[in-house]
């Protein structure tokens, strides 16, 4: 990979991305388990750190971006243009819902606003699937397959929740992408980013 310090601070903002999505997504697995046991306040918690979740994907998708791959230049910014509006489309819908301006149903399909997010989440899984795939040799194979696993989660949560709301086996399956895998990729794109923004 070609040196170029100009790369430094997006390589740090996708360090720092990757350790928040893994520091928040660690914060959402256990306020979940603890809103299914107490309820309140744990899962407007658990809401707000699956927004901050979402929202730290943007820089690893710019560090990623800096460090270039397979694909040609104009795909590649329309990838990752796409994949951030995306993410700031979820994140204010989400924050929507906590601050109660719009409300889910999570016991049926998604309608509304809350299908819109599932939408987004659908989007936000393809670019996990397609970018690390497509990343040059910087990455290595867990990451790239781990990319994969949490895309998948996002796609099975996001169609799980327009078929059927929390109770579809998708919402299930797509949960152990999103809520496990997902969190340890971002640990470890952080390691990665850090690697190469020392060297």
Known sequence: MEERPER??????????GYAVAGAGLVA??????FFAVG??????????????????APV????????GRTPLMPARFALAGGIASILAWCLVQAAMILGFVAFDYAKGATGSFAIES????????WLIGAP????PWLPSLHRW????SGLGFIGLGLGLLLGG?????TLLGGFGYQLAFPVWGYLMARRFGSLRAR
Request: glycine letters at 14%; a negative charge; hydrophobic letters at 55%.
């Open 8 to 17: 430094a601070p997006r390589l740090r903002g996708g360090e720092l991305g």
């Open 29 to 34: 697995a256990v306020t979940i388990a603890l």
């Open 40 to 57: 309140q306040p744990w899962g407007t918690i658990n809401d707000t750190a699956l927004l901050i979740m979402t929202l730290a994907l």
């Open 61 to 68: 998708m710019l560090a990623s971006y800096e460090l270039g």
């Open 119 to 126: 939408i987004l989440d659908l989007l936000i899984g393809g």
């Open 133 to 136: 795939l497509l990343a040059g």
């Open 146 to 149: 781990l990319g994969v696993a």
């Open 166 to 170: 929390t109770n579809h086996p998708l």
